[in-house]
């Protein structure tokens, strides 16, 4: 029973994994066909899927990771109501739950990592990485400026850039501290995830051009896709550093 049982989650799984590359097939062609409708359509199921897949496959949930994707799949799906609510309630409530997505897998991050260590052996490491987000925030803001009142919205957009790049620093400097497989994937798909936001944000605001959007949903599902192998693994034991 147990050998037949381990037979059909891995064939539901195959099943999953095709389905998802098909998804992925069908925003590409209808992206470069122009059908808006349909590509933001594949687009949106995508992550869902890949969601689906890791609550089937998975026995032992990681509690961070499962909010993130629970979140991120949420407001990616609210695509297909946008037409039956007021549009303020769309970019609040959408943005509102990637910032929390952002922000529970930062702490998934965080629960990990000593603040000892870090501050005794990554002094340099840190102050690069804070003058390195300040300068991508502002980039990004002064982007978005021209198109954004001072408003609730202005704050959105920074609170979304700001979580955002807290992941990748905080992926950063685990993996400076770790150096081991699952913090290495935690970092790319946190770096994965920042270049898709960036290029989001030109197809938004700059030109919306069909490669643009192409590389930000590949860019995003590169990103699920190491996220999800690190949620397999768990952390190899680390010596901590001591400074000599």
Request: with cysteine; glycine share 2%.
């Amino acid at each position: 029973m147990d050998f037949n049982h381990k037979i059909l989650v891995m064939n539901k799984l195959k099943i999953m994994i095709s389905i998802v590359i098909l998804f992925y097939l069908g925003f590409v062609i209808f992206q470069f066909s122009n059908n808006a409708f349909w590509a933001n359509a594949f687009d949106a199921l995508l992550i869902p899927l890949i969601s689906i897949v890791y609550f089937q496959r998975e026995k032992k949930i990681d509690l961070y990771f499962a909010l993130f994707l629970i979140c991120y799949s949420i407001s990616d799906l609210m695509i297909f109501i946008v037409d039956f609510m007021p549009y303020s309630y769309f970019y609040y409530i959408g943005n509102g739950l990637y910032i929390c997505a952002y922000i529970a897998l930062l702490i998934g991050v965080l629960k990990s990592l000593s603040f000892l260590n870090i501050v005794k052996n990554f002094k340099l490491h840190f102050i690069v990485l804070t003058i390195l987000n300040v300068y991508i925030a502002y980039v990004l803001q002064d982007i978005v400026n021209p198109y954004v009142d001072m408003t609730n919205e202005y704050f959105v957009e920074i609170s979304y850039n700001i979580s955002m790049l807290l992941l990748l620093s905080a992926s950063l400097l685990n993996y400076f501290c770790r150096d081991d497989r699952k913090s290495l994937l935690i970092f790319l798909g946190s770096l994965s995830i920042v270049f898709s936001e960036v290029l989001g944000v030109a197809y938004l605001y700059v030109s919306q051009q069909n490669l643009l959007n192409f590389l930000v949903t590949s860019l995003t599902l590169l990103a699920f896709y190491f996220y999800y192998i690190q949620a397999t693994l768990d952390y190899e034991e680390v010596t901590e550093l001591v400074s000599e």
